[in-house]
């Protein structure tokens, strides 16, 4: 794959996930998550969690905040 083939890949990916705003919100979140309190592992469930859900918590993402998560529970902040 040339390089012009990895930057379209990685443009796309971006795009599907909101854009380079929800990667801003993605990252304050887990940067949040990383700073709090709680165990290496609670931390890493609460990252992949975070992760499944483009964008801050209730904010712009392209991800619907009412849908179910695996547990069947509608995702944090689903009204």
């Given amino acids: ?46 990252a992949a969690a975070a992760i499944k859900d483009p964008g801050a918590p209730g904010g712009d993402g392209k991800a619907d905040p009412g849908t179910p998560g695996e547990d069947g529970k509608p995702a944090e902040g689903a009204s």
Avoid: H, P, Q, Y
């Fill in 1 to 46: 794959m040339d390089l012009k083939g990895l930057f379209n890949k990685g443009k796309k990916i971006v795009d599907e996930r909101g854009g380079v705003e929800s990667l801003k919100e993605d990252a304050s979140e887990l940067t949040d998550i990383a700073k709090g309190k709680g165990s290496l592992t609670d931390k890493a469930k609460e």
